[in-house]
């Protein structure tokens, strides 16, 4: 009788671990789902749309070229997207502003 209660008790410890570890991949699902979601809505901005580096404000010119950023889409200069990273629709680094380096990265 005693080895059922110790076998019952084991078997209910090994549900619960797996009904905790369901749970936490349910919400990391839901958590990649968000951001599939967010990247795929995310909208190139038009060239013509901006005039200035969307982070430093810097004015673009001949020599103050405009880069977008492969992740978020919005025109950077050199300066503030220098950095290139893997992102979810890559299968190598591409440019990416600061932001998103530090997003992809985290």
């Known amino acids: 009788m005693e080895k059922l209660q110790a076998k ?8 619960d671990d797996t009904t905790a ?11 990649l789902q968000i951001k599939q979601s967010q990247s795929l809505t995310r909208k190139w901005t038009e060239d013509h749309e ?8 810097k004015g673009f010119s001949v020599t103050i070229r405009r ?14 997207s220098g950095r290139n990273a ?3 629709s890559s299968k190598k680094p591409v440019r990416v502003c600061d932001t998103c380096f530090d997003e992809l990265q985290g």
């Open 8 to 15: 019952a008790l084991e078997m209910r410890r090994k549900l």
């Open 21 to 31: 570890a369901m749970q936490e991949l349910g919400r990391e699902n839901q958590s």
């Open 50 to 57: 901006v005039i200035n580096c969307m982070s430093c404000g």
């Open 67 to 80: 880069h977008h950023c492969r992740h978020c889409g919005n025109i950077y200069c050199a300066e503030c």
């Open 86 to 88: 893997l992102t979810p």
